[in-house]
């Protein structure tokens, strides 16, 4: 019998493996971003009152991270068939945070960029809202399995229509960017509030910027924010104020500044709106008719009682404070302020830099109250130094054993 020799194939089988290993992973890397593009334009579909879309996902598998490219979702109203745009994005960068990651905790980072966000006014319910909204989030958190620790919005856009008032409404806030840092805790800072929120935007010429420390696992608010809002002009919102005033604006522009603390359900703050240079009435007006001439007087002749000679501000200032649930504002305050602003002194277009987490808990001493609110305090004032004596009394009594 003649002897047969088996000829073997010339790769070992250890290698062998390895290549079988790779050219698995090589499929499923190509194979991955289609069926995780399948599954989000699916989820998108599926969302009740909504239309979404996504155009494509990139794999970037080296530093643990994905791109969803141009994605959309508008509101969708199945009576006429009509889409109606609500939020969209250029690109979403979903990734590990290596600066976290290297400390220990494993968490994610998502950057946006181009994001726009409009709210149309339509007669919908607060219910049906809520339940769609909630929908959404589920989708993001199924693109997004990791708690997101540091979030960052480029260039975006917040946008408000109205189509049921004439003339229609249609303002914006541009130029949008927002970072969020620690939301997670990751850096294991031991500080009350460990978490950052920085902010800016233009509108309509003027400058928003906002500065937030917080607690965001705090089982209750826990957050110290300031924002100064500057030098919007008034006449690129005309729209808004002949639709909901009756009032166009020829010249003037508007300011806001803000600071609010909160902790252990409670909060103070006070916001101050400041408008400069403002004039209601004038030449352009001439063709309005009888009625809106009448209401514009009205309006420009208070703003010019009411404002700084000098400085040609109208201004006041609102504080407010109490339990989350149960917020008070003392509008009393607020129409001495605008005396004051007016006949004293003008209030300046700053940050007066008076609230923060130790204030929430600080009362406002009587003796710092002014004559007019000692005069005018009424009853609710009265009632309220008395539920304070009550309070120190018991407290002595407690003391004394």
């Known amino acids: 019998m003649a002897n047969t020799t088996h000829k073997r194939s010339g790769i070992p089988r250890p290698l062998r493996i390895v290549v079988i290993v790779i050219a698995v992973l090589v499929v499923i890397r190509v194979a991955l971003p289609y069926a995780m593009l399948s599954y989000a334009n699916r989820s998108l579909s599926q969302l009740e009152g909504y239309r979404g879309h996504i155009d494509d996902i990139d794999l970037a598998v080296i530093r643990g991270a994905y791109t969803i490219d141009n994605i959309y979702v508008n509101e969708y109203d199945s009576a006429n068939g009509k889409e109606t745009p609500f939020l969209a994005a250029s690109s979403i960068d979903l990734a590990i945070e290596w600066a976290a990651l290297f400390k220990g905790s494993v968490v994610g980072q998502v950057v946006v960029r181009e994001p726009m966000v409009r709210f149309t006014k339509e007669v919908v319910e607060p219910e049906e809202v809520q339940k769609d909204s909630t929908d959404f989030r589920k989708v993001l958190e199924d693109l997004m399995p990791l708690k997101i620790n540091r979030l960052e919005f480029i260039d975006g856009r917040l946008q408000y229509v109205d189509n049921t008032v004439k003339p229609v409404v249609n303002i914006s806030m541009t130029d949008v960017d927002v970072v969020a840092h620690n939301l997670r805790n990751s850096y294991e800072v031991s500080e009350t509030l460990p978490a950052r929120i920085e902010a800016q935007a233009t509108i309509y010429d003027g400058r928003l910027v906002m500065e937030m420390d917080l607690n965001p696992l705090a089982d209750v608010p826990t957050f110290d924010m300031n924002a100064e809002w500057k030098n919007t002009n008034l006449v690129k919102l005309n729209d808004f104020f002949q639709a909901y005033a009756k009032i166009d604006v020829n010249k003037g522009s508007f300011g806001l500044y803000t600071e609010v603390a909160a902790k252990e359900g409670r909060f103070a703050g006070y916001v101050k709106p400041l408008v400069q240079d403002i004039d209601v009435l004038g030449r352009e007006d001439r ?71 130790a204030a929430v808990d600080e009362k406002e001493p009587k003796d710092k109250k002014n004559i007019v609110e000692k005069i005018f305090g009424g009853k609710d004032d009265e009632k309220e130094t008395a539920r304070d004596d009550d309070k120190k009394e018991k407290e002595r009594k407690k003391q004394r054993g």
């Open 287 to 357: 063709d309005d008719n009888i009625l809106g001439k009448a209401w514009e007087g009205v309006a420009g002749t208070v703003t010019e009682i009411f404002e700084n000679q000098s400085e040609e501000t109208f201004a006041t200032k609102i504080p407010f404070e109490g339990d989350i649930d149960n917020p008070r504002a003392n509008m009393f305050f607020a129409v001495l302020q605008i005396m004051e602003n007016a006949f004293i002194n003008a209030l300046q277009p700053t940050i007066d830099r008076e609230i923060n987490l």
